[in-house]
């Protein structure tokens, strides 16, 4: 018996005719690391899309942490604590870096919308904010305008705001896409850091990520599962190998 906080079964959708994801059964199991891979057109995004049902699914089931979900709204979701990172990042980019988590967390303390409110009140939020600052390693910068951060720190500034609202699951869409190597390694450290207590879900194409942190892959190749397990058994298996186009590519990302 797995504890699995997030369940698919049967997962499809299909646009027009055209089947995009078909037939996906997927457990995610509470406090791992789980990765989804494939090449381009497998169907990630797609997958990730009907899990956080921002896209509705033609057939099949959600279930995230006992309870039926494949028909809830996405802010509905989210309010129950599995929260998506997007791949292109979802930062007010002329606020400052500490005002960004202080947005990010009078929406999860119910004051979303009321930037007419006192500053005593919103200063609150400060003491949560720069924590969650230090947690990324990014309490120095807390004065900076957010647009002036440099790539790989926006991330970590993104993954902040993630954990303002406070996730049980975090989905993470790309987190190291356009990185260079050295965000790539601060990214992917950063990553383990706050799964220590949390479950991820991340789509990925650094493979060499993948091999460091997932506990499990899934690889999807054309909208169906191709192989699933660990890192070292899913790169030896022929047909991810086929996938890829060279075992090179599997083998060391």
Same mark, same amino acid.
């Given at each position: 018996?797995?504890?699995?906080?997030?369940?698919?079964?049967?997962?499809?959708?299909?646009?027009?005719?055209?089947?995009?994801? &078909? =037939?996906?059964? %997927? !457990?995610?199991?509470?406090?791992?690391?789980? /990765? #989804?891979?494939?090449?381009? +057109?497998?169907?990630?995004?797609?997958?990730?899309?009907?899990?956080?049902?921002?896209?509705?699914?033609?057939?099949?089931?959600?279930?995230?942490?006992?309870?039926?979900?494949?028909?809830?709204?996405?802010?509905?979701?989210?309010?129950?604590?599995?929260?998506?990172?997007?791949?292109?990042?979802?930062?007010?980019?002329?606020?400052?870096?500490?005002?960004?988590?202080?947005?990010?967390?009078?929406?999860?303390?119910?004051?979303?919308?009321?930037?007419?409110? &006192? =500053?005593?009140? %919103? !200063?609150?939020?400060?003491?949560?904010?720069? /924590? #969650?600052?230090?947690?990324? +390693?990014?309490?120095?910068?807390?004065?900076?305008?957010?647009?002036?951060?440099?790539?790989?720190?926006?991330?970590?500034?993104?993954?902040?705001?993630?954990?303002?609202?406070?996730?049980?699951?975090?989905?993470?869409?790309?987190?190291?896409?356009?990185?260079?190597?050295?965000?790539?390694?601060?990214?992917?450290?950063?990553?383990?850091?706050?799964?220590?207590?949390?479950?991820?879900?991340?789509?990925?194409?650094?493979?060499?990520?993948?091999?460091?942190?997932?506990?499990?892959?899934?690889?999807?190749?054309?909208?169906?599962?191709? /192989?699933?397990?660990?890192?070292?058994?899913?790169?030896?298996?022929?047909?991810?190998?086929?996938?890829?186009?060279?075992?090179?590519?599997?083998?060391?990302?």
């Amino acid at each position: 018996m797995t504890d699995a906080i997030l369940q698919a079964r049967g997962l499809s959708k299909t646009f027009a005719g055209f089947s995009a994801v &078909s =037939n996906i059964d %997927l !457990d995610v199991e509470r406090g791992s690391i789980h /990765a #989804l891979i494939g090449p381009n +057109g497998a169907g990630k995004t797609t997958v990730f899309n009907l899990l956080t049902r921002f896209i509705t699914p033609s057939a099949g089931s959600i279930v995230y942490d006992g309870t039926d979900i494949t028909r809830a709204k996405p802010t509905d979701i989210a309010n129950r604590g599995m929260v998506r990172s997007f791949q292109i990042s979802a930062i007010f980019p002329h606020l400052s870096v500490l005002d960004n988590v202080r947005v990010a967390l009078q929406r999860h303390l119910g004051l979303s919308y009321h930037f007419w409110r &006192s =500053n005593k009140v %919103l !200063d609150s939020t400060n003491e949560r904010a720069m /924590a #969650l600052l230090k947690e990324v +390693g990014l309490a120095e910068f807390a004065g900076t305008t957010a647009v002036e951060l440099a790539y790989g720190r926006k991330r970590a500034l993104e993954i902040a705001t993630t954990l303002a609202l406070d996730p049980k699951l975090m989905l993470l869409d790309e987190p190291t896409q356009g990185m260079s190597a050295e965000d790539v390694g601060k990214v992917t450290a950063l990553i383990r850091q706050v799964a220590a207590d949390r479950t991820i879900l991340m789509v990925e194409h650094n493979l060499k990520v993948v091999s460091t942190l997932a506990d499990k892959i899934t690889v999807l190749n054309r909208g169906e599962i191709l /192989a699933e397990g660990p890192y070292a058994q899913v790169s030896k298996d022929p047909a991810v190998m086929e996938a890829y186009m060279g075992s090179a590519e599997v083998a060391h990302g």
